[in-house]
C-alpha cells in the first residue's frame, strides 16, 4: 500500500500502447472527446487504447510512479456529448507515463514552453507534460508526436 491517501482529480486516464496518460482540464475543455479521440485513433492503426477513467480518476503514488484508477461509480463510463454516459471497454489501472493539460476556452497553449513548463508534479512524482487545445486531429497528432518522445521511469 501507498504511504498516502488516493487524490481524486477532475481528470480523465488512457492507456496509448504501454504508455498511461492523465488528461486534466477545466469542464467542457474536451477530455471526454479527446479521449474518445485518442482512443480511436491508436485502435484504428492496430495499437492498443483503452479507457481507464472518465471525468473522476482516483492517482495513487506508489514505489516511485503515479498510479491511476476510475472512480468505482463510473468505471467502464465515458460521457459522449449528445448521447449521455456509454460503457466502453476499461482498464481498472495504469501507471501514468505523462499528463496533458488542456487549455480553457480562448487560451492558447505556450509556443515555446518554458523547461519547468514541460513537467508536472503529482503527489511528488514529477512526469512530462503537454499543454494543449481541446480534442481535434491536431491534439491527437501533437499528443502522439509527444508520446513518442518521452520515456517511461
Known amino acids: 500500500m501507498s504511504a498516502k491517501a488516493p487524490s481524486h482529480l477532475h481528470a480523465n486516464a488512457l492507456l496509448l ?8 482540464g477545466p469542464s467542457g475543455s474536451g477530455k471526454s472527446a479527446l479521449t474518445l479521440d485518442l482512443i480511436s485513433h491508436y ?10 477513467g472518465d471525468d473522476r480518476v482516483a492517482v495513487d503514488a506508489q514505489n516511485g510512479r503515479l498510479v491511476a484508477r476510475p472512480h468505482p461509480a463510473i468505471a467502464g463510463m465515458i460521457e459522449v456529448r449528445g448521447l449521455g454516459l456509454m460503457r466502453v471497454p476499461f ?11 488542456l487549455c ?5 497553449p505556450p509556443r515555446y514552453p518554458g523547461e519547468d ?5 503529482v503527489q511528488k512524482i514529477k512526469l512530462p507534460r503537454l499543454v494543449t487545445e481541446g ?19
Not at 513548463?117 to 508534479?121: D, F, N, R, S, V
Open 135 to 153: 480534442c481535434g486531429s491536431a491534439s491527437v497528432g501533437r499528443i502522439g508526436f509527444f508520446l513518442q518522445r518521452i520515456t517511461t521511469n
Open 43 to 52: 485502435q484504428a492503426r492496430g495499437d492498443f487504447a483503452r479507457l481507464v
Open 104 to 108: 480553457g476556452a480562448g487560451e492558447k
Open 117 to 121: 513548463e514541460k513537467t508536472a508534479l
Open 17 to 24: 500502447g504501454e504508455k498511461g496518460l492523465l488528461l486534466r
Open 91 to 101: 482498464e481498472r489501472a495504469c501507471v501514468l507515463s505523462a499528463i496533458v493539460d
